[in-house]
C-alpha cells in the first residue's frame, strides 16, 4: 500500500492541541503495507502460557493522541470504513476495538515505513447516531500488542495480545494506591468549586477514571485482558483537569507516555501521585484567584 494510503487511515477524532512528542517506537512496525512482529515489551516467564489473543478492528491515531486504559475519548466517525468499524466493534467484537498510533518512521528506505505504537484496547460505552455518522464515547481498558496485520479493508484489523505490568504487591504497594486515591478525590473536590466559563464543561475526568478503575467486574472480556486493580489505579492519575494550558497538555501527554511504556506498577503509581499533587496545586491556586 502506498504511504499516501496509508496516511489517509488516520482516523477523524476532535483535533487537540498539536503535541510535537513523538513516542518511542513500541513493538511493531509496518512497512509498505506490511507488519513484522518484535518481541512484546511486557516481561513474561519464559515458563509462563502464552498469552491470550483477540482478533479486533484497529482504528490509527496521530503520535499526539495516545490514549491510555482508564482514559475517556469522544470521536466523530463519519466516513464509510469508520461506520463499518463500529458496526463490527458493537455487534461482533463485545462493543471494543483497538486505539493506536500510526506514526511515519525516518529511514534511508524508498520504502515508507510506520511505527505501530501504544496499541490500546478501548470499550465503546455510548454511541449517538447523528445525521452524518456517529458520536462515540470510548475508555480504554488495556495496553496491547499488536502481533499481525490480518485485514486492510475496508478497515485495519489484527491479532492482539495484553500487555501487563510485572507482578508487584506488598505494603509499600498498599500506601501507595490509598496515597493516590486521596489525592485524586482532593483534585476532584477542588474541581467542583471552580466557576468555568458556559461553553467550557467541567471536567470530571478524574472521578470517572477512579470509578471504572475500582470496578470488580468486566463480564464483557476475557480476563487475560484485565489489568489488576493496582495497574488500573495507575494509569487513572493522568486524566486532564479545567482550564488546562497547551504546555500543560503537553506535560500530560509526556506523562502518558511515559506511563505507558513503563511495566513497574509502583512507579506509575509514584509518578501519578506527583502529577495529581501538581494539578492539585495548580487548582488551589486558580481558586484562590477566583475567590478574590
Not at 178 to 200: F, I, W
Amino acid at each position: 500500500m502506498a504511504a499516501s494510503a496509508l496516511l489517509r487511515l488516520l482516523s477523524p477524532t476532535v483535533p487537540g492541541p498539536k503535541d510535537p512528542t513523538r513516542a518511542r517506537p513500541s513493538p511493531t512496525s509496518l512497512q509498505a503495507g506490511t507488519m513484522r512482529r518484535r518481541q512484546p515489551r511486557a516481561a513474561r516467564c519464559s515458563s509462563s502460557p502464552a498469552p491470550a489473543s483477540l482478533d479486533l478492528p484497529l482504528l490509527p491515531f496521530q503520535s499526539s493522541e495516545v490514549l491510555i486504559p482508564s482514559e475517556c475519548k469522544t470521536l466523530h466517525l463519519y466516513e464509510a470504513r469508520y461506520l463499518a468499524l463500529l458496526e463490527e466493534a458493537l455487534y461482533r467484537k463485545h462493543n471494543s476495538f483497538v486505539h493506536f498510533v500510526l506514526d511515519p518512521v525516518v529511514s534511508g528506505s524508498p520504502k515508507a515505513s510506520f511505527a505501530v505504537r501504544y496499541g490500546c484496547l478501548v470499550q465503546i460505552e455510548s454511541v449517538e447516531r447523528l445525521d452524518i455518522g456517529a458520536l462515540i464515547s470510548i475508555r480504554g481498558v488495556c495496553r496491547v500488542n499488536i502481533m499481525n496485520l490480518l485485514q486492510m479493508e475496508p478497515y485495519l484489523s489484527g491479532d492482539v495480545s495484553p500487555i501487563m505490568d510485572e507482578p508487584c504487591e506488598g505494603i509499600e504497594l498498599s500506601l501507595r494506591i490509598s496515597k493516590l486515591r486521596e489525592s485524586m478525590c482532593n483534585l476532584h473536590s477542588l474541581q467542583m468549586k471552580l466557576k468555568v466559563p458556559e461553553d467550557e464543561p467541567l471536567q470530571t475526568n478524574i472521578k470517572a477514571s477512579l470509578l471504572w478503575s475500582e470496578k470488580e467486574i468486566f463480564e464483557e472480556y476475557n480476563e487475560a485482558f484485565i489489568p489488576g486493580l493496582p495497574e488500573r489505579l495507575s494509569f487513572a492519575a493522568y486524566q486532564t483537569v479545567s482550564g488546562m494550558s497547551d504546555a500543560e497538555l503537553l506535560t500530560l501527554q509526556k506523562f502518558k507516555i511515559q506511563a505507558m511504556d513503563s511495566t513497574d506498577t509502583l512507579e506509575r503509581l509514584n509518578s501519578g501521585i506527583e502529577y495529581v499533587e501538581h494539578n492539585i496545586g495548580m487548582i488551589s491556586a486558580r481558586l484562590a484567584i477566583q475567590n478574590i
